[in-house]
């Protein structure tokens, strides 16, 4: 059975590779409000060194309300540097990964299986009270 992490970073990546995949805090809060319809998920990423910047912390509490507001699916992980390594972003190109989104393509004709065994993993967490899950990603 697949983990939701490499459920996770598969999503991601194919969203990466279809120019879906937007990071940063300040870039995902814009297309949210821009065009709430077209996130189909949001990944929120939390290192240490941040874990005390209370400014990323009240944009994740707004972040987490937006989506909930609007039906949109979120996790968290707890190694944004690991995930950077597991999207082939080795040269730290992508300077903000605390906050990503997931769109859904505009031809609006796609299925994804790993998105969407996300989407219930969500909504059975949200079943039990944990609102946005943790998920782990996997070994490097």
């Known amino acids: 059975m697949v983990s939701e992490g490499a459920c996770l970073v598969e999503a991601m990546v194919v ?3 279809e120019g879906r995949l937007t990071a940063g805090v300040y870039e995902c809060a ?3 409000n821009d065009d709430p319809d077209s996130v189909a998920f949001c990944v929120l990423a939390m290192d240490e060194e941040f874990e005390c910047d209370i400014a990323l912390q009240i944009h994740f509490t707004l972040i ?3 989506c909930f507001d ?3 699916s979120i996790v ?3 190694d944004a540097q690991h995930l950077a390594e597991l ?3 080795k040269a730290g190109q992508m300077e903000d990964l605390h906050c990503m989104l997931i ?3 505009t ?3 796609w299925e994804d299986p790993a998105l969407e065994k996300l989407h219930v993993f969500c909504s059975e967490s949200r079943s039990c009270h944990e609102w946005v899950p943790e998920v782990t990603l996997p070994a490097r």
């Open 87 to 89: 999207l082939g972003d």
């Open 64 to 66: 987490q309300a937006f």
């Open 70 to 72: 609007n039906d949109i």
């Open 15 to 17: 969203a990466r590779d």
């Open 30 to 32: 814009k297309i949210m």
């Open 103 to 105: 769109t859904n393509p």
């Open 76 to 78: 968290r992980v707890s």
């Open 107 to 109: 031809d609006g004709s």
